[in-house]
């Protein structure tokens, strides 16, 4: 692609703030439509959120992800009020709020995930069927059922998010968070397949799945803190 030289002065005279927030905006774009693309949400549910600052940019509420444009950024401050744009905010704001006040989230991915949510119905917490259950910090706590949208939901999810990164909402789906959109996004789907996991396991008659220890977990966790490339 090549650009104007005016194109180019234009771009370089951009405040570094706004080059953050505008590259901010596309990368959640993308983050929501994946989310449609992986079947962990179907038409306009679910939301995801990214903290650039003290700002933080939401999906709006009732727009399809494949028509969102740049000018469509929209975005409020931490306690709430609309300082980006004109749409309306996603109606999971307060959810979403509470992470970022709480937590030290910058990025939080929430979905209608099928498998999770019927997990969600069946038991208290997601049984440590997989390793990877150490990622989330520990078996997954199932958030009790409480209106979507309320300040009652965004209490619920916090307290089951202690001590963890993502959670099972009753009878609603996931929320999960990180340090980035792409470490949210993945966790969200580690915790799609593991809730998969389970319920595969335990359809088989007869049979109980077998599950990991406390001490099983601990040590993954220590492993997974060297896991990857190193700088």
Sequence with gaps: MTYSRAGRAAEQAEP???????????????????????????GTSGNVSVRVGDTVLVTP???PYDRLAPEDVTGVDLDGR??????????ELPMHLAVYRATDARAVVHTHAVHATAVSLLVPELPPVHYMTAALG?????????????????????????????????????LTYGTCLDQAYDR????????????????????????????????????????????
């Design 16 to 42: 570094e703030e706004e080059r953050e927030r505008r590259a901010a905006w596309e990368a959640l774009v993308a983050t929501a439509r994946r989310t449609v693309t992986d079947g962990l949400v179907v």
């Design 61 to 63: 509420s009732g727009v």
């Design 82 to 91: 609309q300082v980006l744009g004109t749409l309306v905010p996603t109606s």
């Design 138 to 174: 520990g078996p997954v706590r199932v958030a009790p059922y409480a209106a979507y949208g309320t300040e009652e939901l965004a209490r619920h999810v916090l307290d089951a998010l202690a001590g963890r990164t993502g959670c099972l909402l009753q009878n609603h789906g996931t």
């Design 188 to 231: 969200t789907a580690q915790l799609e397949w593991m809730c998969r996991l389970w319920l595969t396991a335990s359809s088989v008659p007869g049979r109980s799945p077998s599950l990991l220890t406390g001490e099983q977990l601990a040590e993954v966790a220590e492993r997974l803190g060297e896991y990857g490339q190193r700088p």
